[in-house]
């Protein structure tokens, strides 16, 4: 009896497991870096909750947590990956960002936080 078969894997998983680290096996720190920042701006947006599918999956510190770990695997992949595809995550790094702060704002006006911009009625200004 092998590993897979005694932690009871289906042969479908012990496959699949298998494809898995070969995969493994052929792949740069670098490549798995890419796939990584992939990963994580899709978890951040989904965690965002932006689109009506992905509404229920809100989560803004799930969401900073991702966007976090992006900001910090930029910097580290630069010497291991081509200028162009650096500068393509960067772009990404900032469109998560802005769409952070997007997502905030709704959160705050929710929760009764005033907007920072006064405004003045025209009532008010006839009183002056």
Not at 26 to 36: Q, Y
Not at 80 to 100: C, D, G, I, N, T
Request: hydrophobic share 40%; charged share 30%.
């Amino acid at each position: 009896m092998d590993e897979q078969e005694k932690m009871g894997l289906e042969p479908e998983e012990v496959e699949m497991l298998a494809r898995f680290q070969d995969e493994l096996r052929r792949m740069t720190v670098g490549d798995h870096l890419a796939t990584m920042l992939q990963s994580l701006a899709t978890l951040a947006l989904r965690k965002m909750g932006v689109t009506p599918e992905t509404g229920s999956e809100r989560d803004l510190d799930q969401a900073h947590l991702a966007i976090e770990a992006f900001r910090v695997l930029v910097p580290v992949m630069e010497s291991s990956r081509p200028a162009a595809e650096m500068q393509a995550h960067r772009r990404v790094l900032s469109e998560l960002q802005m769409a952070y702060v997007g997502a905030l704002q709704p959160t705050e006006q929710a929760a009764g936080t005033e907007p920072s911009i006064e405004t003045t009625s025209e009532d008010d200004q006839e009183g002056e």
